[in-house]
Structure formats: structure tokens, C-alpha cells
């Protein structure tokens, strides 16, 4: 009887198993794994930790993507004219007003600004506080002066600025200072100072389109640099703009684009120049080349795709660059391309050109460069840019004939006195306005 109850107690636990087996198997049935994430009917998804970095979409976020993003190719004006306003750069954060104090026959002779201050400060309640560390060695003499004029000579000699704290007494020394320019109401000068600050390397420009403002920091090689553009602005009378598109151009076939076809299909007379780079090659175009018919002679021979479009301006004789990245439609190979022109509008042996350098760069170096004097109304098309130029991997699916090309469009915009007859210029078009630029 023993072995009866044994037996059928044996038998009961082995079901037992069987249906937890059963049952653990049917839990496992309706699991999906997907990239270490266990994901079911009831369950949510599990994504590893990111680090605290700026999505992409909110990187890329500019409110002026609009103005430098967009080209009117129907409208565009090749020649412009603007009126002149005034632009005024002021120092913030400079405190109180110092003391009402005089000095005379004061000398310092190769001792840091915070000594100079120190010693000329000796005897007063006024003390001097290095908020940073100030080495440069400065030599000089005072005859005569207020303590605010004594104490402006003094930083400007170290490369230092100060602010005065009344409550405390105090003269807060720094090697950097905080600006703002107010700037014309116009976009396109407010685009060439912007464009100009960039391509001077000034960082972190804290633009206010409303009230027509820019605040940035800086030392005095900063401070020197943005004078100088905005005194350019104000003497030269002209900048330069520069409005292009980009394209990646796919071959139809297993052969590179023949541009020697380029020729027969315009004519030589609007291919002016042909001009070798180290990688690629600029031409310079008629105005009968232009963005439709040059896409229109791409697409018999390829497929045709428009990585990015915008404008940038300068001051004449300054540099700037366009960022092909912040413009693009999407990522792309390409998008790490930066385009920097220098450029300057004037005599060129005896003819008016704008002489441009067109300099092609990535995150490993300068790709190409190509120096490039033409007419007002002539256009420039870079081709022979392999796109193989931007492939990191060892392999592709890119076709090796596929190419970058550049198309751009130089134009000039003359700044003329405000107090001209608005008759006499804002009406004249063509050879008319070309007439008054040149006198």
C-alpha cells in the first residue's frame, strides 16, 4: 500500500513540473527581445542613459536660418544700395563712476596694472582687486589727469579692464569685458557685421533681432578686431555678399561628367575663366549660367540632389565663411564643409573686380582654394570635387565619379550717405547704377 501512495505521489509531482515546465515555457514563448530591451504586450521600452548633450535639432536652432538659409534666385539684385546708419559699440558691466580725483607727475615703470593701480591708489580708500590673473609688464607717465582717465590709461597699456564697485571701493580688474553693438536697422549690414565677427573667429554672439543689438565677450585683441570692422563698414561704402547653392551630382552612368560639354551647350563666350585648384576647379560664368540652366546641363548627364543653399556678406576686404552644415537639408558627407571667401571690390589692373578667395575647408584641414577676380554679374561654378573627398570608411556605396558642385553668385551692395537725394540713387538700375559705383 506503501508503494502505491509513493508512486502515485511521484507521479503527481512529475505533472506538477511538467505544467510549471509548461507554463515557463509559455512566458518565454511571449517574450521579445530586442537589444538587450524586454519588451512585451505589458511592458515599456528600456533605452540606455544618454549624456547631458544638446539634441541636434536644438543645436541647429537659429533665428537667422531664415535670412542665411534662403536665396531668391528670381529676384536676386547683383547690385545694391543701401543707406548708411551708425554703429555704436559700447562696453558693458563698467560699474559706478570713479572717484572725482586728480593726478599728477605720477610714473610706473615695468609693473603689472595691478601694482600701477596700487601704487597710485596709495593713501586713498580705494582699493584694487584682481578678479584674474594679470602678468603683462607696463612702463609710463602721467603729467596730469582725473583718476578716470589715469586709471582708462593704465588698463588699455596692461590689456586689462576694470570695473569700480562704489558700495565697496573697490577696482575689479579682468583681461576680458563684455560688449554691445547697436546696429542699423538694415539686414543686409547687420548680416556683413554678423558674417565679419565670424569670420574674425569672435564666439558666442548673443544676437537681439528686436531690438537690433549684438552682445559679445572678448579681450582687447577682440575688442580691436570688431572696431576695425565696424570703422570698414562705416569708410569703405561696400560689401560683398555671396548667395549658392550646393549640389551632389550622381553620374548615370559608370562615366565622370564630361564638363567640356559645357561649352557647346552655352558657349565659350560665357565660360570667362577656368581656374585650377589643388583638388577641383573654378569657373567663372555669364549670368546666362545660372542656377536652373546649370541644373538643367547636370541632370542629362546625372541625378541632381541640393544639399544646402544660403548667403553670406562681409565688408569689403574682410572674410567670413558659410557653414554648409547648418544649411543642409539633412546630414550628409558633405555637411562638414565649410566655404570661407576674402574678398575686397576695386581697381584690378586698371578694371573694377571683385578679387575674391574661395577656400574650401573640413574638420581635417583646407580641401582647396581658388583665387578668383570677377565682373559684377559674373558667377563662379566649382566642379571636380570628388565626394570620395568625404568618405571616412574604407568602403562605399558611392559612386567614385559622383561630385561635389558649387554654384555662387557674387554680389555688391554700395553703402551711400544717408544724406543723399533719395531720387538721385534709390532709382537708378543696370549700367546706370554701375555708372555711380564706380565714380
Same mark, same amino acid.
Given at each position: ?16 513540473c ?20 524586454v ?53 558693458l ?5 570713479l ?27 580705494v ?5 584674474e590673473?594679470l ?24 590689456r586689462?579692464?576694470?570695473s ?15 560688449w554691445?553693438?547697436?546696429?542699423p ?5 547687420i ?28 579681450? +582687447? ?5 570688431? =572696431? ?6 562705416? /569708410? %569703405?561704402?561696400?560689401? @560683398?555678399?555671396? &548667395?549658392?547653392?550646393?549640389?551632389r ?16 551647350a552655352?558657349?565659350?563666350?560665357n ?33 541632381v ?7 553670406? +556678406?562681409?565688408?569689403n576686404?574682410?572674410? =567670413? ?6 544649411? /543642409? %537639408?539633412?546630414?550628409? @558627407?558633405?555637411? &562638414?564643409?565649410?566655404?570661407?571667401a ?22 581635417y ?27 571616412t570608411?574604407p ?19 554700395s ?6 537725394? %533719395?531720387?538721385?540713387?534709390?532709382d ?10 564706380n565714380?
Amino acid at each position: 500500500m506503501q508503494k502505491i501512495l509513493l508512486y502515485i505521489m511521484t507521479i503527481l509531482v512529475c505533472a506538477g513540473c511538467q505544467r510549471a515546465e509548461n507554463t515557463m515555457q509559455q512566458q518565454f514563448d511571449t517574450v521579445q527581445v530586442v537589444e538587450n530591451m524586454v519588451i512585451d504586450e505589458k511592458s515599456v521600452p528600456i533605452f540606455p542613459k544618454k549624456a547631458a548633450l544638446t539634441t541636434d535639432t536644438a543645436q541647429r536652432f537659429s533665428v537667422e536660418l531664415p535670412m542665411r538659409c534662403t536665396v531668391d534666385w528670381d529676384n536676386q539684385a547683383v547690385v545694391s544700395v543701401v543707406r548708411e546708419e551708425k554703429i555704436e559699440m559700447v562696453r558693458l558691466g563698467t560699474g559706478d563712476d570713479l572717484p572725482d580725483l586728480s593726478v599728477d607727475q605720477y610714473k610706473f615703470k615695468d609693473v603689472t596694472v595691478a601694482a600701477a593701480l596700487n601704487k597710485l591708489l596709495d593713501g586713498t580708500d580705494v582699493s584694487v582687486v584682481a578678479d584674474e590673473q594679470l602678468v603683462e609688464k607696463i612702463s609710463g607717465e602721467v603729467a596730469s589727469g582725473t583718476l578716470t582717465d589715469t586709471v582708462d590709461l593704465i588698463s588699455k597699456m596692461g590689456r586689462a579692464y576694470y570695473s569700480y564697485d562704489a558700495e565697496t571701493a573697490e577696482i575689479h580688474l579682468k583681461h576680458r569685458a563684455k560688449w554691445m553693438i547697436k546696429m542699423p536697422k538694415d539686414e543686409a549690414i547687420i548680416m556683413a557685421l554678423l558674417d565679419a565677427m565670424h569670420g574674425a573667429d569672435v564666439r558666442n554672439l548673443l544676437v537681439n533681432w528686436q531690438d537690433k543689438t549684438v552682445v559679445f565677450e572678448g579681450d +582687447s585683441q577682440t575688442e580691436r578686431e570688431v =572696431s576695425r570692422i565696424i570703422a570698414d563698414i562705416a /569708410s %569703405k561704402k561696400y560689401m @560683398l555678399a555671396w &548667395d549658392m547653392d550646393v549640389y551632389r551630382v550622381y553620374p548615370k552612368t559608370d562615366n565622370p561628367i564630361i564638363w567640356m560639354n559645357l561649352l557647346p551647350a552655352f558657349g565659350k563666350h560665357n565660360v570667362k575663366m577656368s581656374i585650377p585648384g589643388v583638388v577641383g576647379r573654378a569657373l567663372v560664368v555669364g549670368p546666362e549660367i545660372n542656377t536652373k540652366t546649370l541644373q538643367e546641363f547636370l541632370s542629362q548627364q546625372s541625378n541632381v540632389v541640393l544639399i544646402s543653399q544660403g548667403t553670406f +556678406s562681409i565688408p569689403n576686404g574682410w572674410q =567670413s565663411k558659410f557653414d554648409i552644415g547648418q544649411c /543642409s %537639408k539633412e546630414d550628409r @558627407l558633405e555637411t &562638414d564643409l565649410i566655404i570661407g571667401a576674402t574678398g575686397k571690390y576695386g581697381d584690378y589692373g586698371g578694371y573694377q573686380k571683385i578679387d575674391a578667395k574661395i577656400v574650401l575647408t573640413t574638420k581635417y584641414g583646407e580641401l582647396t582654394s581658388f583665387n578668383i577676380p570677377s565682373s559684377i554679374g559674373d558667377n563662379y561654378v566649382i566642379i571636380g570635387i570628388p565626394t570620395h573627398s568625404f568618405v571616412t570608411t574604407p568602403e562605399t556605396l558611392i559612386s567614385p565619379f559622383a561630385e561635389l558642385v558649387v554654384f555662387m553668385s557674387p554680389r555688391l551692395v554700395s553703402i551711400v550717405d544717408s544724406k543723399a537725394d %533719395k531720387s538721385n540713387v534709390d532709382d537708378l538700375v543696370g549700367d546706370e547704377l554701375r555708372d555711380y559705383l564706380n565714380k
